[in-house]
């Protein structure tokens, strides 16, 4: 049986190497620029009639925008336009990737902790700065529960701030433990197909067909769940609603 | 698994700040505000069809109710001329009418007084007819000799009773 954890392995294409840090241009690297080259290209190339009667290309590319701005209207409220562009970016970054690694023999860049992990850290910092940067020295006070009794208080602080803690951790394994998890399943049951040949591997192929609309699913509803965390993030931390 | 491979890291690290970055740049400085633009402008040109279709609306409305106004006035000034020649007609027919009356009643008196003359005539007439019968017969049952004068008294005196 093949190795079903073979398919995330980062193969170098081109050695490169940037004042004494790797930066090969990987499989993964690839996949990144792809999914980059596709979002630019429905954005920018989709756009390119600027129809009053959009095209089918044009309308995908006018939903996107309207999805994620409807998006950050309704959870970051008042403030969060500025950041509508970040927001947008890593929802159509996310969702290419994940999208482009439905394909078969392409790469998931999102399947490496690393790369979500980056990404999670980036919205972590980005929004604990903004939160200061907003209301000072009394964003500490987001992690004091309002209408708790005082004997209470230093508990749920402290459960308060591992949990604030937590957040790049639950966001960056959930899109990783997804993705990761969905494609070595589906590397599974197609060695399954193949081991049980003609006669037995039809109910594994019937079920590859059916979790491969699945994980198409997942690809999107990751994507989703990525970008609508990091607008509540950014709600906490512009209105320190709780 | 190749996840934990730490010298895997810094390259895909490096690749993703390029391709984010350059992505996020592209998207927040070209293709976002042109897709914002486009949708600004199809929201302004259905806004101001809409506003434009109301305002015909209201002219055509405006229209109708001009029309309205002018066919009920209309509609007022025939009736008002109808009646008016319905008016003058029926005075002359009046006039006409109390004309040829009084032609009828003139005639009729006018025949009333033929008639009354004739009776008198008749009436003077008949006695001297009388008078004159009256003296014929006299004469041949008596055969005597009468006046005109004494005829006359008698037939007179009978006409009378």
Redesign the interface.
């Known amino acids: 049986m093949p190795d079903p954890?073979h398919q995330?392995?980062?193969k170098?294409l081109v050695e490169?190497d940037?004042f004494g840090?790797?930066?090969?241009?990987?499989n993964?690297?690839l996949f990144?620029?792809l999914?980059?080259m596709c979002?630019?290209f429905l954005?920018?190339f989709g756009?390119r009639g600027?129809?009053?009667v959009?095209t089918r290309m044009?309308s995908v590319?006018?939903i996107s925008?309207?999805f994620v701005a409807n998006m950050v209207r309704d959870n970051v409220g008042s403030g969060g336009q500025r950041y509508?562009?970040?927001v947008?970016?890593l929802f159509?970054?996310i969702l290419f990737c994940n999208m482009l690694g439905m394909l078969p023999y392409s790469f998931t860049v999102t399947?490496?902790?690393?790369?979500t992990f980056?990404?999670a850290a980036v919205v972590f910092i980005g929004v604990t700065i903004i939160g200061f940067a907003k209301h000072g020295i009394g964003f500490l006070k987001f992690f004091v529960p309002s209408g708790v009794p005082v004997a209470l208080l230093p508990l749920l602080v402290v459960i308060e701030v591992i949990s604030y803690l937590t957040r790049p951790v639950s966001l960056s394994v959930r899109l990783?433990a997804n993705m990761?998890a969905g494609h070595t399943m589906l590397k599974v049951f197609g060695a399954f197909v193949v081991g049980l040949g003609v006669i037995g591997g039809w109910a594994p192929l019937a079920f590859m067909v059916a979790f491969t609309g699945l994980e198409i699913l997942v690809a999107f509803l990751q994507a989703y769940v990525f970008a609508i965390l990091t607008c509540i993030y950014l709600n906490d931390a512009l209105h320190m609603h709780h | 698994m190749p996840q934990l491979e730490l010298l895997d890291f810094a390259p895909q690290l490096m690749w993703l700040a390029i391709t984010f970055i350059t992505l996020y740049i592209v998207m927040a400085r070209v293709a976002l505000p042109r897709i914002a633009t486009v949708i600004e402008e199809r929201r302004d040109r259905i806004a101001s069809d809409l506003d434009e279709a109301e305002q015909l609306k209201q002219s055509t409305d405006e229209a109708i109710a001009a029309y309205e106004q002018a066919l009920a006035e209309a509609r007022a000034r025939a009736h008002a001329i109808a009646q008016e020649t319905r008016e003058a007609l029926s005075r002359e027919v009046e006039a006409e009418k109390a004309e040829v009356e009084k032609q009828i009643a003139k005639k009729a008196d006018e025949a009333e007084k033929a008639i009354a003359d004739a009776k008198t005539a008749a009436i003077a007439n008949l006695s001297d007819v009388a008078s004159g019968a009256a003296e014929t017969i006299v004469k041949e049952l008596v055969g005597g000799k009468l006046t005109k004068a004494e005829v006359n008294k008698a037939v007179s005196k009978a006409l009378a009773s």
């Open positions: 954890m995330f392995e980062i170098r490169l940037v840090l790797d930066a090969s241009f990987t993964s690297s990144m620029v999914a980059a979002v630019i954005t920018i756009m600027r129809a009053l959009p044009q590319a006018e925008y309207e509508f562009p970040f947008f970016t159509m970054f399947s490496h902790i690393i790369i980056a990404m990783f990761m």
